[in-house]
T-cell receptor, first 116, second 112 residues
Framework: GAVVSQHPSWVICKSGTSVKIECRSLDFQATTMFWYRQFPKQSLMLMATSNEGSKATYEQGVEKDKFLINHASLTLSTLTVTSAHPEDSSFYIC????????????FGPGTRLTVT | KQEVTQIPAALSVPEGENLVLNCSFTDSAIYNLQWFRQDPGKGLTSLLL?????REQTSGRLNASLDKSSGRSTLYIAASQPGDSATYLCAVSRWRDDKIIFGKGTRLHILP
């Protein structure tokens, strides 16, 4: 089946620094990837839609200058959290479409970000 | 604006029982509906996907139904096992490659 990977699986960074999270589709090409954020005991909230070769579309309330998304190829999208603050600590999950008729989304395993 | 609601928020049942998780959505114009499982601190595992034209999908002990006109879906788990303990998320999308809107999930605990 379709596999989506994320790297790193967890990261701890100091307040004010930037951290990059990678999302890769391992066995298929994904023209569209999605980035979600999940706070403890909360559901997933979409942050942005990432399209290969174009600018990402951000959901209302998500700062595009803080959460930089780059979808440089059909198998890789990156999310960079710039000038991270403790309130950015969260679980970040990406997903990608396989492109098959059902357009089912497959999710990565997530990245746990802790900002100290 | 699409909203997805899941009831109950948490559920504890003895092992072996059959159970039903409920999901409702406010806008019936959906492309598909998915049920996911999430273990603590982990990513999502897709359990079942129902296209808008379908009424139900089955996988092993799991059966998901969809009543698009009434904006409801149920996930039926037969003969529950402790390994079924997890959070179950319901999610819908409006069209083919659209974003997914998630419910808040039902935290299920199967008592050994």
């Amino acid at each position: 089946g379709a596999v989506v990977s994320q790297h790193p699986s967890w990261v701890i960074c100091k307040s004010g620094t930037s951290v990059k999270i990678e999302c890769r589709s391992l066995d298929f090409q994904a023209t569209t990837m999605f980035w979600y954020r999940q706070f403890p005991k909360q559901s997933l909230m979409l942050m942005a839609t990432s399209n290969e070769g174009s600018k990402a579309t951000y959901e209302q309330g998500v700062e595009k200058d803080k959460f930089l998304i780059n979808h440089a190829s059909l198998t890789l999208s990156t999310l960079t959290v710039t000038s991270a603050h403790p309130e950015d600590s969260s679980f970040y999950i990406c997903s990608a479409h396989t492109g098959e008729s059902s357009y089912e989304q497959y999710f990565g395993p997530g990245t746990r970000l802790t900002v100290t | 604006k699409q909203e997805v609601t899941q009831i109950p928020a948490a559920l504890s049942v003895p092992e072996g029982e059959n159970l039903v998780l409920n999901c409702s959505f406010t806008d019936s114009a959906i492309y598909n509906l998915q049920w996911f499982r999430q273990d603590p601190g982990k990513g999502l595992t897709s359990l079942l996907l129902i296209q808008s034209s379908q009424r139900e999908q089955t996988s092993g002990r799991l059966n998901a139904s969809l009543d698009k006109s009434s904006g409801r879906s149920t996930l039926y788990i037969a003969a529950s096992q402790p390994g079924d303990s997890a959070t179950y998320l319901c999610a819908v999308s409006r069209w083919r490659d659209d974003k997914i809107i998630f419910g808040k999930g039902t935290r299920l605990h199967i008592l050994p």
